[in-house]
């Protein structure tokens, strides 16, 4: 049995030559689009982009700012929601380091929008939207109505301290 011959079969070694080589392919800039830290799910994704089993949309954001992502083309809007937190997360973290989002937040005051349909049903199907390829898609302001059954806390703070002052 063989061992380490000339370092070869040191992991640490094939885990830094691998490392290397990862990072001098994502320097092409024929792969500008995979992210530096790639997930199998990342380029998966990609690759299915580039076979056509897949679609890029891009999200304008409230400041007129714009990014892309990609999802299966059998992508519901939960599935659009994840890969715009994956975005804007990794894109602020390359920007400013580590900075805390609500997303909770985000979804519970804002929606993603396309051709004035509000994209609320986080089970619906892109597709049934009209969504294709290239399609664009805006974050509007959304507050939630009362068949949602969410109402905020000031309503229900008030409300029982009403009920406080008539007893």
């Not at 089993?53 to 990014?67: G, Q, Y």
Request: net charge positive; with cysteine.
């Amino acid at each position: 049995m063989m061992e380490d011959v000339g370092g070869y079969n040191n992991s640490n070694v094939k885990r830094a030559r691998l490392q290397s080589l990862l990072s001098t392919l994502l320097d092409d800039p024929v792969l500008k689009d995979v992210p530096k830290n790639p997930s199998v799910a990342d380029v998966d994704t990609l690759i299915s982009l580039e076979l056509g089993s897949a679609m890029k949309i891009f999200v304008v954001r409230m400041d007129n700012t714009m990014i892309d992502v990609a999802v299966p083309n059998s992508a519901t809007v939960k599935d659009l929601k994840a890969a715009v937190v994956k975005k804007v997360n990794a894109k602020e973290q390359s920007q400013m380091g580590h900075r805390h989002i609500s997303w909770r937040h985000v979804w519970s005051n804002f929606c993603l929008c396309y051709a004035n349909q509000k994209l609320i049903d986080d089970k619906g199907m892109l597709q049934d939207f009209g969504i294709r390829n290239n399609s664009q898609i805006h974050f509007v302001r959304h507050v939630a109505s009362r068949e949602c059954g969410r109402h905020s806390r000031c309503k229900k703070r008030r409300f029982f301290h009403g009920l406080s002052k008539q007893s």
